[in-house]
């Protein structure tokens, strides 16, 4: 069942936003949010949960997509991080799974362009890309390789002549059974370094199959990939992507991304939950009269507010060059644990029907479990963090 704060009844704070964040964007960048806003309650609430539900993509939504003109907000179109993660959290709102579609696209696969691509690359492949005329996908994670990919790429690159030979395997590749690109990092044999590659998925020996019986974000399309000696020409090696020390540039980017997800879910998650205890009547009146009720709201909006202010203050020091990686881990660690306690809070209030995708909460209920997993689980993160406030790795 879609919801829309539309549908709420005029109260001040029946706004996810309590603190009003919201104002510290420009004028421009509100009114542009307010416009994105618009379109995802017109063209992809309604059509959520039955995507959701069937595990299809809807492509039929790419030229929506484009048309709104939403990749790369901050390179270049030159509007804030704050405006840009605010945009993921509100894409997340409205569905995880269209959001981690743009993430995928716009911030891992055109970072990576953008990052560690040559100015002649750029020139040539992001106009494309900017129109979503090429969708992309980012091959980095294996089927033995997760967390610990960084010392360990198994995927191979051997150049021979002016071509590159690709041999290896990716995993939970999203957008990758329909993506027209992805880039693949794989360690090159003759320095052991991690390099990048733009790989055509027309190529002789690449395939993608779809990994079936997910229980999150099923309408992603998410692949295992087999790269068998697939010749890529000397041109489509990324210029800049050198070892994974230029990977991990993408990665503390779209990290933070990830932890905007977290708000959007948990403003989800309470725009469902407010809603249902505002109508639900139990015992003869609403189900929002319980105080039980009312702590579990404010305890789910109350994690709703810590995240974000935690993201508004990194994405000011993104703005300001200086965000450091730690930050980042930190903020996905902390910001998805809040969210799994949010979205755990708003399935217990809606009881029965909190388990069935037709109120929309199972389905928030799920996607969390993907969005707590993907760009660094909350162990690895808080292991980063910890590095960082005592200068001892824990991590082997």
């Not at 230029?246 to 932890?259: E, G, I």
């Not at 909006?301 to 300001?320: C, Y």
Request: charged share 25%.
């Amino acid at each position: 069942m879609a919801t829309s704060t539309a549908d709420f009844p005029e109260l001040p704070y029946a706004d996810g936003d309590f603190f009003a964040f919201e104002q510290l964007l420009s004028g421009k960048e509100q009114d542009r949010l307010a416009e994105v806003r618009e379109f995802l309650d017109r063209e992809v609430k309604p059509i959520a949960v039955d995507c959701w539900n069937r595990g299809e993509f809807p492509m039929d939504l790419v030229p929506k997509l484009a048309g709104l003109d939403l990749v790369s907000p901050v390179r270049r179109q030159g509007y804030s991080n704050l405006f840009a993660g605010m945009l993921h959290a509100e894409t997340t709102r409205a569905d995880a799974s269209i959001a981690t579609f743009l993430g995928v696209h716009d911030g891992l696969f055109t970072g990576s362009i953008e990052l560690l691509a040559s100015q002649e690359q750029k020139d040539e492949w992001l106009p494309d890309i900017y129109a979503l005329k090429k969708i992309g996908a980012f091959g980095l994670t294996e089927p033995l390789g997760g967390s610990d990919v960084a010392g360990g790429t198994r995927t191979t690159a051997r150049r021979d002549g002016g071509n590159w030979i690709l041999n290896g395997a990716k995993r939970w590749i999203g957008n990758a059974t329909f993506s027209d690109w992805v880039v693949v990092y794989a360690r090159d044999v003759a320095d052991n370094q991690v390099k990048g590659f733009l790989v055509d998925t027309t190529l002789a020996g690449y395939s993608a199959t779809k990994i079936e019986n997910k229980i999150s974000l099923r309408t992603v399309q998410n692949a295992d990939i087999v790269l068998h000696d697939v010749v890529v020409p000397d041109h489509f090696k990324l210029a800049n992507a050198n070892s994974f020390r230029d990977v991990n540039k993408v990665l503390k980017v779209t990290r933070l991304s990830v932890a905007w997800q977290a708000v959007g879910l948990q403003m989800a998650a309470f725009d469902v939950a407010r809603r249902y205890a505002v109508e639900r009547r139990q015992f003869g009146r609403p189900l929002a009269s319980f105080q039980l009720i009312q702590d579990q709201l404010v305890r789910i909006l109350g994690n709703t507010v810590s995240s974000m202010g935690m993201m508004v203050r990194l994405s000011q020091l993104e703005d300001a060059g200086e965000a450091k990686d730690e930050q980042s881990a930190l903020a996905k660690a902390f910001a998805t644990d809040r969210m799994r306690e949010s979205v755990a809070l708003g399935r217990s209030i809606l009881g029965g029907n909190g388990i069935v995708t037709d109120y929309g909460m199972a389905k928030i209920f799920a996607d969390a479990e993907a969005i707590y997993s993907y760009e660094g689980t909350a162990e690895i993160n808080t292991l980063v963090t910890g590095r960082a406030i005592t200068g001892i790795s824990a991590i082997v």
